[in-house]
C-alpha cells in the first residue's frame, strides 16, 4: 500500500499548505512596501499588483523622498536618538542592576520597587506632564527634549539585575583582595561578564526607540528636530500638497531596513528580545 | 534569557531573589551605582504623574499659569460627549484586538509549533509584520487600503464596485483598524506563545497520544493548562496595548480620528485635548483614568499569575 495515497498524509500535507498559505498573507504587506518603494506612483495606487515593478524606478522614489523633505535628516535624527538611548539605558542599567544585586544599603527594595514600578507607566499617560515639564526646562523644540526623557529604561535595570546576580561573588572579591577599586570592578570586572545580555538589551532599546512616535510628534515641531517615525507623515499628510505614495514607500523601507537587517542576521536573539520586550509594552 | 524574564514578572514576585552575600560595608557605593537611574525616573517618570495628577485639577492652557479647579475636569469629562465617544470607540477597539487576536495567535502558534518542511523560512514571513513601526504599518495599509488600491481592487469585483472607502466610512473604518492591528498582533502574540510552547514537555504531550487521547483532548487537558502563565501575559499585553491605540487612528483615519470622530479613541483624545486645543487639565484627566484603567487590568494580570 502506497503511504503518499494515505488520507492521513495527504491531511497532514494540506495543512502544510494551509499554514504556508498563511504566511504569505501575512507578509503580503511587507513585501507590497519594498517592491512599491522602486514603482511609480500609479502602479501602487492600482487596483491589480505586479510582484515586479513594471515602470522600474531604480532609486529614483528615495530621490524625490529626499527632495520633498529632510529624509536625511530625520535618518540622522533617529540614529542620534537611538544611539544615545541605547547607550544610555546600557551604561544605567548596568551600573544599578550591579548596585542592587550586590550591595546592600538602606531602602535597597524600596528604590528597586521605585525604579522597576514605572515600566508599568506607559508613554501615553506621561506625555501631557512630561511635555509641561520639558516646556518649563525651556526645552521644547530641542534636542535635550526629544531625547533625554526616554533616554533611559526600567526594564534595562530589571534585566540586568538578575544577570549580575548570577555573576559569583568571589570574582568580585578576589579582585577587590588584589586592591581594585570599585569603579574600576564595576568597569573591567563586570562590565565584560554582562557584555551578552548588555547585546540582548542593545536590541530590545534600538526597537523600542527606533519605533517610537509619540514622544517625538509631541516634543519636537520643528522639521530639523523630526525622526523618521514622525517625519514619514509629511509624505502621507502633507501640508497642501498631494500625499505621494511612492516616496511614502521608500520612507517606510528605510525605517523597516535596520529592523529587517536585525532580524535576518539576528532573528534568534530578536525573538527573544521581542518577546522580553513585550512585558514592558 | 527572555522567557525566563517573562515568566518572573508574569508568575513570580520581583523582589525574591536571596540577599546577596556581599554585606561588608559598602552602602555608599551601592547607592552611588543605583543613584543615576534612581534619579532619572524619580524626575522623568514619579514626578510627572504626581504632576498630572495635580494638573488634572486644575484649569491650564500653558500660557496662564494653572488654576486649580478640584474636579472640574472629571466631571467636565463625563458631560463632554467626544469623551463618550472616545470611550465606546476605545471598548470596540479593545473586543477587536483581544479576543480574536488571542485565538489566532495561539492557534498559528501551534501550527508553526509542528515540524514540516522548511518551517523557518514560513515562520520568518509570519512574523515580518512585528518589524516595521506601528506608524509604518499604518502607511503600508493607507496604500493598500486607498478607495481605489489594491484592496478595493481584491474586494472590489464581489460585490461589483470599483471603489471602497474603507477609511472613510464610520463602520468600514472602525473594522479596518482592527484588522490592521491584529495584523501586526496576530505574529507578535505568536511569538510569545511559541516562546511558552517550548516549555511543554513533548513527552506529555507524546504521554497523552500513547493512552489514546485526540488532539483536542491533548490540547485541552494536557498543553493549555500549562500555557497559563503565557496566556495571562498576552491577556494583559494585549488588553494594556489596546487600551492606549492611537498611531493607526493618528495616521490613517481623515481628521486624525475621523470621520466624525468614528475612530477617536482615549490616546487619541488625550493627544486632541493637550496638543490641539491647549485644554491640559482635561488632557491630564484622560490620561489619569486611562491610567487608573491600566493598573487596574495590570493588578488583575498579577491576582490571575499568582492562582494556581
Known amino acids: ?281 | 534569557m527572555a522567557m525566563n524574564d517573562v515568566r518572573q514578572m508574569a508568575g513570580r514576585s520581583v523582589t525574591d531573589l536571596p540577599a546577596p552575600s556581599l554585606t561588608r560595608h559598602r552602602k555608599w557605593w551601592g547607592l552611588l551605582f543605583v543613584a543615576p537611574a534612581v534619579l532619572f525616573f524619580a524626575v522623568f517618570a514619579i514626578f510627572p504623574i504626581g504632576f498630572g495628577v495635580y494638573l488634572s485639577f486644575t484649569r491650564y492652557d500653558l500660557l496662564t499659569p494653572p488654576q486649580w479647579i478640584g474636579l472640574g475636569n472629571y466631571t467636565g469629562l463625563f458631560r463632554d460627549r467626544a469623551f463618550l465617544v472616545a470611550i465606546g470607540n476605545t471598548m470596540l477597539f479593545v473586543f477587536g484586538a483581544t479576543v480574536p487576536v488571542w485565538v489566532l495567535s495561539l492557534w498559528l502558534a501551534l501550527r508553526f509549533d509542528r515540524c514540516f518542511a522548511s518551517r523557518n523560512i514560513w515562520k520568518s514571513l509570519f512574523f515580518s509584520p512585528v518589524l516595521p513601526p506601528l506608524v509604518v504599518v499604518a502607511v503600508i495599509w493607507k496604500v493598500l487600503l486607498h478607495p481605489n488600491g489594491l484592496v478595493t481592487g481584491l474586494v472590489g469585483p464581489i460585490f461589483g464596485v470599483t471603489e471602497i472607502r474603507w477609511l472613510t466610512d464610520p463602520v468600514l473604518s472602525r473594522l479596518v483598524m482592527i484588522v490592521v492591528n491584529d495584523w501586526t498582533m496576530i505574529p507578535f502574540f505568536s511569538m510569545i506563545w511559541l516562546a511558552g510552547l517550548a516549555g511543554v514537555p513533548d513527552d506529555l504531550r507524546r504521554a497523552g497520544e500513547l493512552d489514546g487521547a485526540s488532539d483536542k483532548q491533548i490540547f485541552f487537558l494536557i498543553t493549555l493548562p500549562l500555557l497559563k502563565p503565557t496566556a495571562v501575559l498576552v491577556a494583559a499585553l494585549s488588553t494594556i496595548n489596546a487600551f492606549q491605540a492611537f498611531v493607526l487612528q493618528y495616521e490613517m483615519t481623515p481628521d486624525r480620528g475621523g470621520p466624525a470622530d468614528a475612530n477617536l479613541t482615549l490616546g487619541l483624545l488625550i493627544l486632541k485635548y493637550g496638543f490641539q486645543y491647549f485644554r491640559m487639565g482635561e488632557a491630564a484627566a484622560a490620561s489619569v483614568l486611562l491610567f487608573a484603567v491600566i493598573l487596574l487590568v495590570t493588578a488583575a494580570q498579577l491576582w490571575l499569575g499568582r492562582q494556581k
Open chain 1, 1 to 281: 500500500m502506497s503511504v503518499f495515497g494515505s488520507p492521513v498524509r495527504r491531511s497532514a500535507a494540506l495543512s502544510v499548505v494551509m499554514t504556508a498559505v498563511v504566511a504569505i498573507v501575512f507578509f503580503f504587506p511587507i513585501y507590497f512596501m519594498l517592491v512599491s518603494a522602486f514603482k511609480s506612483e500609479p502602479e501602487i495606487i492600482s487596483q491589480t499588483f505586479s510582484f515586479l515593478p513594471l515602470d522600474f524606478q531604480g532609486l529614483g522614489q528615495f530621490q524625490r523622498a529626499a527632495e520633498i523633505a529632510p529624509l536625511g535628516t530625520y535618518l540622522f535624527n533617529s540614529s542620534l536618538v537611538a544611539a544615545i538611548n541605547v547607550g544610555v539605558t546600557l551604561l544605567f542599567s548596568a551600573l544599578a542592576g550591579y548596585g542592587f544585586a550586590k550591595f546592600t544599603f538602606p531602602g535597597r527594595t524600596a528604590l528597586f520597587l521605585f525604579v522597576i514600578s514605572t515600566m508599568m507607566i506607559p508613554t501615553q499617560i506621561l506625555v501631557v506632564p512630561l511635555f509641561v515639564e520639558i516646556k518649563l526646562l525651556g526645552w521644547v523644540n530641542s534636542y535635550q527634549g526629544l531625547i533625554v526623557p526616554g533616554m533611559m529604561n526600567a526594564f534595562g535595570v530589571f534585566m540586568m539585575r538578575q544577570y549580575v546576580y548570577d555573576i559569583p561573588d568571589e570574582i568580585i572579591e578576589a579582585a577587590r583582595a588584589d586592591g581594585a577599586g570599585e569603579i574600576r570592578i564595576f568597569f573591567f570586572i563586570v562590565l565584560p561578564l554582562l557584555t551578552p545580555a548588555l547585546a540582548s538589551l542593545a536590541i530590545i532599546i534600538f526597537i523600542w526607540s527606533w519605533g517610537n512616535f509619540l514622544w517625538p510628534l509631541v516634543a519636537v515641531t520643528r522639521e530639523e528636530l523630526a525622526v523618521l517615525a514622525t517625519g514619514i507623515t509629511s509624505y502621507t499628510q502633507p501640508y497642501q500638497r498631494q500625499p505621494m505614495w511612492g516616496a511614502a514607500m521608500a520612507v517606510a523601507t528605510i525605517a523597516t531596513l535596520p529592523l529587517l537587517v536585525l532580524f535576518v542576521f539576528f532573528q534568534r536573539y530578536l525573538v527573544k528580545g521581542l518577546t522580553a520586550a513585550a512585558v514592558k509594552g
